[in-house]
């Protein structure tokens, strides 16, 4: 069981900066790709970001491919999001994921963990 607790979420104004963190514990977090998803009110959850578990392989959306830069560090078990140029439509509840495969990094139903989700609000 892995359990996944992210932090760094906040209210930011537009063209500000925040970087979430994603820490892992309960399982073994190399043996993980894992992923960004956001949810904004009335909306579906929305894939975001994802990484290989060596790193190796990274995937965006096309919506912060430019803005944003997904990292993580094995021997922290923890896996980070970096978000510039923050826009108001940026603003949702920020999810980070555990996927014990590396297919499909973009598909929610392929993660099998999940962390309770960071707000990030962005004023304009």
């Known amino acids: 069981q892995v359990e996944l607790v992210e932090s760094g979420g906040g209210l930011v104004q537009a063209g500000g900066s925040l970087r979430l963190s994603c820490a892992a514990s309960g399982g073994i977090f190399s043996r993980y790709a894992m992923g960004w998803f956001r949810q904004a009110p009335g909306k579906e959850r929305e894939f975001v970001a994802a990484?290989?578990?060596?790193?190796?392989?990274?995937y965006y959306a096309d919506s912060v491919k430019g803005r944003s830069t997904i990292s993580r560090d094995n021997a922290k078990n923890t896996v980070y999001l970096q978000m510039n140029s923050l826009k108001p439509e940026d603003t949702a509840v920020y999810y980070c994921?555990?996927?014990?495969?590396?297919?499909?990094?973009?598909?929610?139903?392929?993660?099998?963990?999940w962390g309770q989700g960071t707000q990030v609000t962005v004023s304009s």
């Open positions: 990484i290989t578990w060596s790193g190796g392989t990274i």
């Open positions: 994921a555990a996927n014990p495969t590396i297919l499909r990094l973009r598909t929610a139903g392929e993660y099998d963990y």
